[in-house]
């Protein structure tokens, strides 16, 4: 690996900075102390600094040169409502939240890349460091958008990365095209007719209808989409009744749908919904649904994904970055970035086993500190080969 010199010898600062966030994580839109911490370092870094958008999230603007180009770098910040089950000494110490994720990671790489850049950096542009929060489930990036972030601070292209646990450090995956899936939520009550338990002939069981529905909802992953293309619909909360002897009025159900391909947004909700209705209709009961759009396909554009690749290339070499991964089917509210703009997002290996390889969103999950410099060697690799003299 080629990382960066001055990057290099200030890795054991940058895991100081990196465990003091891990133990001060905080969930959507609560990211106080954690936007605090970036807005004090950028404006240490001398960059132009503005906070509060999207409730907390910071913007840093780096200017060199004369050049009118202008990228974005994104890195998220919020944590998840999850009980950390590590013990080292620099475990969350908010209950009930932890950063079992890697945006303490994410964080620090872009503001070593930010510090570098404003002392050492070699390019003719602008870049913006997107700080955001609210990653997690709530589409912080949709509401930094809808907040006109790219009408304040434009840019020609956008840029993200995700630590990826079972990847040794020193590799990367990217891939041209959908590289992480679509998140649909969709919330059903199906209502019936409720009845003793030794009755059900006299009544409309809600449980019953609801595991044929999601039965058949499966069919729309295995007969109405074409095989090649990914896509999981997964159902995974059903709740009914109450005790032994009575079947319920009502059943509720939710889940979730994925997919890489856009333009079969419109055609699974379609489908979904004339599946859950039909079934219901056929035995009586009734159905309300919520079907909702959360974040669209995360599809890297060609142009911006060689530059990416590139700059990864510089870094890791060539041998260590897989060009063509398959798509992950976990979704990304940086998609909603690339709705207005093109751009890239790679995948860096955060390590196996017990060094690394703990999947994110476990109890157990650590961001591991031996990725830093290379992240931020990716970052300030990026930015001098997008703005070249």
């Given amino acids: 690996m080629e990382i960066i010199s001055e990057i290099n010898n200030a890795k054991l600062e940058l895991r100081e900075w990196r465990r003091y966030l891990h133990q001060i994580p905080e969930t959507a839109f609560e990211e106080v102390q954690t936007a605090g911490f970036v807005a004090q370092k950028l404006k240490e870094f001398g960059l132009e600094v503005h906070e509060k958008i999207a409730e907390t999230g910071v913007v840093g603007i780096l200017r060199k040169g004369t050049g009118n180009k202008s990228i974005g770098f994104r890195a998220d910040m919020d944590a998840l409502p999850i009980e950390e089950k590590n013990r080292f000494s620099y475990t969350s110490r908010n209950p009930g939240k932890m950063h079992a994720c890697g945006h303490d990671g994410h964080t620090v790489m872009l503001l070593a890349a930010a510090r570098h850049l404003a002392l050492y950096g070699k390019f003719d542009g602008t870049i913006s460091f997107i700080f955001q929060p609210a990653e997690e489930n709530e589409g912080g990036a949709r509401r930094m958008i809808q907040e006109g972030l790219f009408e304040k601070f434009p840019v020609n292209a956008v840029y993200g990365l995700h630590n990826y646990p079972g990847l040794e450090v020193g590799k990367a995956a990217v891939r041209t095209g959908g590289i992480m899936a679509s998140f649909d939520t969709f919330d059903l009550k199906i209502t019936g007719v409720g009845t003793h338990g030794a009755m059900p002939h006299k009544g409309i069981d809600p449980i019953v209808v609801g595991a044929e529905v999601v039965g058949a909802l499966q069919k729309i992953v295995s007969r109405a989409t074409d095989p090649l293309l990914p896509i999981?619909?997964?159902?995974?909360?059903?709740?009914?009744?109450?005790?032994?002897?009575?079947?319920?009025?009502?059943?509720?159900?939710?889940?979730?749908?994925?997919?890489?391909?856009?333009?079969?947004?419109?055609?699974?909700?379609?489908?979904?919904?004339?599946?859950?209705?039909?079934?219901?209709?056929?035995?009586?009961?009734?159905?309300?649904?919520?079907?909702?759009?959360?974040?669209?396909?995360?599809?890297?554009?060609?142009?911006?994904?060689?530059?990416?690749?590139?700059?990864?290339?510089?870094?890791?070499?060539?041998?260590?970055?897989?060009?063509?991964?398959?798509?992950?089917?976990?979704?990304?509210?940086?998609?909603?970035?690339?709705?207005?703009?093109?751009?890239?997002?790679?995948?860096?290996?955060?390590?196996?086993?017990?060094?690394?390889?703990?999947?994110?969103h476990n109890p157990q999950y650590d961001f591991n500190d031996e990725l830093l410099p290379v992240g931020a060697s990716y970052w300030i690799r990026l930015a001098e080969m997008s703005l070249t003299f």
């Fill in 232 to 360: 999981v619909l997964s159902v995974t909360r059903f709740q009914a009744g109450t005790t032994y002897n009575i079947i319920p009025e009502s059943a509720r159900l939710a889940g979730s749908v994925r997919l890489t391909t856009p333009e079969l947004l419109g055609q699974i909700e379609k489908k979904f919904k004339q599946i859950c209705q039909g079934v219901c209709q056929a035995h009586g009961a009734k159905v309300d649904i919520t079907y909702e759009h959360r974040y669209p396909p995360v599809v890297n554009t060609p142009d911006e994904t060689n530059l990416a690749v590139k700059a990864a290339n510089l870094v890791l070499s060539d041998e260590n970055v897989d060009t063509n991964c398959p798509p992950l089917m976990g979704s990304e509210d940086f998609a909603w970035l690339m709705t207005s703009t093109p751009g890239s997002y790679i995948l860096l290996g955060n390590g196996k086993g017990d060094k690394g390889g703990v999947m994110p």
